[in-house]
């Protein structure tokens, strides 16, 4: 391609249900997609400070989730609680280390990886560096894909929760961590959408091809 | 050929046909633009079939039995949902059963009623009012991350007591490979080309340049 053009340098919008090309009648106020109805916009709007509000949200819930026990297990009128990482201790010592490292990979590293992922794309969007965007948008890709794995604890928890019914022998009950643990999820993947992988692109009069 | 915009970086560039198989990736990002398949209304069709039913045999039969001292119990998926709201989690309860149940079966209920719409002539403008409903439950429905979170569950539970997985668990196993075969075997485009725009004077019938169409 000669001429490296994007849509928004041409006045165009891609629609991002359809993918139809529209030129609107105004940028400002581009209004809907002729062919699908939805909204157009040329970058998400307010992407930034949403994020941002969605991030820090999550990293608020991420405290609670980790020191608050997600498990109770009561057996004959004892009751023990475990947090995400007693779990994964407890998977550990009991002989399976495979799946001790995916739930710490999935539950602790993933959330953590994502808040830092997230924060690094903003500052530098922020800052406009013009560099590796290119690496900068898989990274964004990365977090967008992995995002929906961490909430392998959150299942773990619900299933071990409804089978574990055996009143008075032995009972497992969830704890308050499961929920924030849970909103950490859902919050990293509104931030995950919300973000406008574009903003990377558009800093910067260099043109990487 | 078609001028589209990346979804990832907005750079403008044209798509050219792409046969069976073929993928075209952004120049700049790398995002795939656009991909080639082979039947793109019938085979996710029949394979969205497939997924309904399994999603059924999913939701009915438990996931797994339990049995401890002559005493058995077992859990469906719902069932696991249900007892996270009685013991006062309500708020996980609701996202449980959004990401295992209510998305999935979203996915496959909007995803069969696209495909069956979408062998009318022309595509009626709901099937792509649906087709953007089914878009937004997609990054919802979990079924492979509860998958691992089920074994995960039983292999924990082993520890204590004798567990054994039931017939949901295994439709659980082939749900999970059936979602994501729907949408890689499925071309949006094939819809988007053929649909009844919502403002049809602005279609490509009645636009001078049949890609530039003017906003509302
Ligand atoms: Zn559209
Ligand atoms: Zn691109």
Redesign the interface.
Known sequence: ?AT?????Q?G???C??????????STAE?????????E?ESRRRRSIERTWALVIAATICYIPANLLPVLGTTTLGSTEYDTIMG?VI??YT?G?WP?AL??LIASVMVPLGKLVALSYLLISVQRRSPGG??ER??L??MVEFIG??S??????D?????????DP??SV??G?G??FF??VV?LT?IAA?TFD??L???AGAEQ?? | MQ???????????TIPNLPAGGKASC?????TLATGTVEPIGRPLALSIAALLLLIIANIDP??D?S??G?H???TII??????WV???Q??AV??GF??VIAPAGYILFMLTVLVGAGRTPVP?WV??LL?WA?SMR??S?VE??M???L??L???A???K?EPGIGMYAVGVLMLLIPAIEVSFD??AI?QR?V???P???PEAAEDP??????
């Open positions: 391609m490296a053009l994007t849509a928004a041409a165009l919008i891609g991002e249900h359809c993918g139809l090309l529209v030129q609107p009648a581009p209004g809907h997609c002729p062919r699908c109805g939805s157009l779990g407890f998977l009991s399976s799946l995916i739930v965007n290119r948008t898989r964004y890709r929906r794995w909430m392998l604890d959150v299942f773990v619900t299933f071990t929760v409804a089978l574990v019914q055996l022998l032995m009950r969830p308050a499961v929920m849970a909103a859902v993947m959408a992988p574009r990377i692109w558009d990487e091809l | 001028t589209h915009a990346c979804p990832d970086c907005d750079l403008l560039q120049v700049r990002c790398g995002h996931l797994m339990l401890a001292v005493r119990a077992s859990t069932g696991g949902a249900y007892q996270m013991d006062g989690e708020a996980t996202v449980v990401c295992a403008a792509g009012e953007r878009d990054p919802w979990m991350v509860m691992l979170g089920i995960v569950a292999i924990k539970i520890e204590l007591a567990v949006p485009d988007w649909v725009w919502v403002e004077k602005a279609s890609h530039l169409g003017p906003s509302s």
